[in-house]
């Protein structure tokens, strides 16, 4: 094990430990102290293949109750960094094609580069078939590496086709296969993990301590709508009337911070499922849908069906999250 860790500054104690969070120089320094130790070409084939879906924590449990393989990317393109915080996707459509690049926020050498794009796509062909229920064949993979001299091992692993030498690591995706339903989708089981996720995003920024982010990762990590501004108040120690003067140094609003979450929340549910707006009112704690209908006409100046029925055709890269915004 010290073998392993050798030059990340990291005792065995903290690299078991589940809460230390690895920078990107340490993820970096354990993959090339992996290469030297095993010794093999086709570690990062062999790897890939091992970082299954469970592996992954809650990130994998949301990618797999996923409503669609679509819906599975998006959530690996805005959850990565709680697993990789040195990769980035990016999700393009292009005719019938879904283009999904993957980059690197540091200069790798090639032996690293190499293997990180190998268990990147292994990766995504795991949960891509956990998803449509087999191996999905007309995926192509391009790689921004040689040709390596065990290429002919590829195929064992990736079973769609396969080039090299491109300009950017990417797949090539059938817009079609995006929408094939996840047999295996379960919505509570989504909503559940979707909100775990969003909690350990926030807490990769744990020197943020201004009262906005306070509030809002305390609205992150308890079901929506549930929170009172005097429950939030009474968690920081403070009384309501100081909660609300420092929000509004911050140009904010207990009910700004509350919308804008609920407002995402509820045009994930109206893109990414078939869900009736009655259910989805129970889901963001609403007394009923006509008081969710009325905040969502207040928040995007259409009602959810018409939101619904404007974006149903339409698919969109979860770092714009709609054309419209919510108002304050």
Known sequence: MSDLLAMTQLSVEQ??????LLTPQQQLQILHNSLCLANDDTFGLRLGQRLTSPTHGAMGFLVNSSPDLFTALRAFQA??????????????????WLEMTCSFDTVLNEELLRVLSEIAV????????FIVGRPVEEVTSCFVHKEPAYSDHYPNYIPGPIEFGAESLLLKIPLELCKVPNVSANHE????????????????HPNEKT??????????????????????????????????????????????????ILSQQAVGYLRDSNMSIESMAGLLNYHDSANFRRAFKRWFSVTPDQYRRSNQTEIRSLSEPSGVRPRG
Request: aromatic share 8%; with cysteine.
């Open 15 to 20: 690299f078991l430990h589940e809460d230390t």
């Open 79 to 96: 959850f990565l960094p709680i697993r990789m915080n040195l990769a980035r996707l990016e999700l393009v459509t292009k005719g019938d």
């Open 122 to 129: 292994i990766v995504f062909f795991d949960s891509a078939e």
């Open 189 to 204: 089981n989504y909503v559940m993990a979707l909100q775990q996720c969003e909690t350990m995003l926030e807490q990769l």
């Open 211 to 260: 009262c906005k982010y306070q509030v809002q990762k305390m609205m992150l990590s308890h079901p929506p709508g549930v929170l009172s501004e005097d429950d939030v108040a009474s968690a920081l120690f403070i009384c309501k009337r100081t909660l609300a003067r420092r929000l509004k140094m911050e140009g904010t609003s207990f009910r700004r911070i509350r919308d804008d």
